[in-house]
């Protein structure tokens, strides 16, 4: 009776072995900090996610989850292992110097160009800094060009001079310290409840977040300025010990589908956002105007000794600043010209 037991345990057993997946399920947890209609939660990583899971046949999946650490404390969540994937911006941390390259004012391309500008530009110099060391980088973008947002319409430049503006960091905030305002210094998921309460009485941010952040309820005025204000950096990131986790053969099906080409999708849909708040913000009845050139030409001499001095700063790092700069604006301009 027991040798029977024993027979039939172990025919049960193999029948569960062969009938078993041939690769167990990986499920990358990806930490998210912006709303979940934000567009890189509705649609950059599940489409990034949809990938993963083409080219890995099924064997990698991805989850979204929210609130496990503040915008600030992304980097670290990916670094240490908490989480599998996140997506950080730059200009929340005064360490990253090389990321101010796709900042500067005056691009005048889409997102879509800058992002790609960008990663090209960082397999070419960038990568020097090191900047992401301890994590893996599949993903560089920009936001679109950064507009000004206030309570009360702005008529001149000299309007800004001690206002009380919500500046993001990076050149953001370089940005606002040319323009004399006082800066206030918060992370994006707290913007609406800092203008509603009068903490802020503008902010400088892409105009897609009339919609996505519900600012068109309580900034009505909308400045933007011909070239942008200046652009946003952002990186997407990978946990090593997540991608060390897998088989060689879905490392690089995840890579392949990381890099320039998640790089360039997610700038896509930035345009995107930004078409759909600046939709929103004329149904809200939002004042939107143009910069006057002068207006213009006065910024970016304010501007140029910023430029200046990122330029100074960062040849630090080991790579020709001026000359990324220069490529980052070529490669931008030439790719939005031929689409």
Known sequence: MLKRIATLLTACLAGALAAAPSGAETVLKISSWAPPTHPMNSVVWPTWGKWVSEATEGRVTTKIEYKLASPLNQFAL???????AAWIFHGYNTRYVASQVVEMPDLGTS???ASVAYWKVHEKYLHKADEHRGTVLIGLMSHGPAVIQTKKPLTALSDLEGMKIRVPGGVGSLAGKALGVTAVKLPAPKVYEALSSGVADGIFMPI???KSFRLKEVVPHVTIMPGGLYYGSFALLMSPAALEGMSEADRKAVMSVSGL????FAGTQWDAA???GLAAAKEAGTTIQEASPAMKEDYLALMKPVE?????RAGKDGYDARAALADLRR???EYDKAR
Do not use: N
């Open 274 to 276: 930004d078409e759909a």
């Open 78 to 84: 990916v670094r240490d292992g908490i989480a599998d």
């Open 208 to 210: 897609e977040t009339q």
């Open 308 to 312: 200046e001095a990122w330029i100074e």
């Open 261 to 264: 080409k998640l790089s360039q």
């Open 331 to 333: 490669i931008a301009r």
């Open 111 to 113: 997102a879509e160009a």
